[in-house]
């Protein structure tokens, strides 16, 4: 009987390389949600850790774990859904409440120690722009938050869609309206950010049309991308690289 479960699963739900302290569980349990009690939910996942951390969930949380088989280019999971669903509503509540917190020091001269999670790291003077520095600074911090939430954003979007994704880089830069008014030399003009601006590279054996549409989706779904267009203007292409 369990074959039969495992080549009629009620629903798929594909979680590409996530793992399930990343997102994984709330996908699953998002596509659990619909189902009865009793019916079987397929997941599929590339990432290794998953064989050892979903049949613990499911003993956590009441549903039977059904076993595994490899599929294409993937790993094929099955869950039979149990009774206990009260935690799907407050694991998601949780998620879209939840805060990021850092705790910064004043160090040794120009620079500061930021505490996130369990990293540490050090950041330079707000703009400094010299060729060599100490430490980066909160400008250099900032085009890699932006850079790196859609380089991320888009491999995770394309792992769960199964797009083979060969190399991927993303180059940008900006520039203040007026950096001598960030450094009291000048009383004169705004220290804002005037434009963001670069190319997004991928080179993939997908189509064009899927490419463009997961682009489109990685800008649409970016917080760093979304909180910033609302207040710089934004021009990063996107080129595919043959």
Not at 43 to 71: I, K, Q, Y
Not at 202 to 223: A, I
């Amino acid at each position: 009987m369990k074959g039969d479960l495992m080549e009629n699963p009620k629903a798929v739900c594909d979680g590409g390389d996530l793992d399930c302290g990343s997102g994984l569980l709330l996908i699953i349990k998002k596509a659990m949600d619909p189902l009865l009690n009793g019916e079987v939910l397929e997941v599929r996942s590339r990432e290794r850790t998953v064989a050892d951390d979903l049949p613990a969930w499911c003993r956590m949380v009441n549903h039977e774990f059904l076993g595994s088989e490899p599929g294409d280019n993937t790993t094929r999971y099955f869950i039979r859904k149990g009774s206990k669903q009260e935690e799907l509503v407050a694991d998601l509540d949780a998620a879209k409440g939840y805060k990021w917190n850092v705790r910064v020091q004043g160090e040794n001269a120009l620079s500061a120690k930021v505490h996130s999670r369990n990293h540490t790291f050090i950041v330079g003077q707000p703009a400094d722009f010299s060729p060599k520095v100490e430490a980066p600074s909160a400008m250099d911090y900032l085009l890699g938050a932006l850079a790196s939430d859609l380089a991320v954003g888009f491999k995770v979007q394309a792992s769960r869609r199964n797009f083979e994704i060969d190399q991927l880089e993303v180059s940008i830069k900006a520039g203040l309206e007026n950096v001598l008014y960030h450094l009291e030399i000048e009383n004169d003009g705004s220290p804002r950010i005037q434009e963001i601006k670069g190319t997004f590279y991928v080179s993939s054996p997908q189509s064009e049309h899927d490419l463009e549409k997961l682009w489109k989706s990685t800008l649409e779904r970016s917080p760093i991308y979304q909180t910033l267009t609302q207040s710089i203007n934004i021009n990063i292409q996107f080129s595919i690289v043959y």
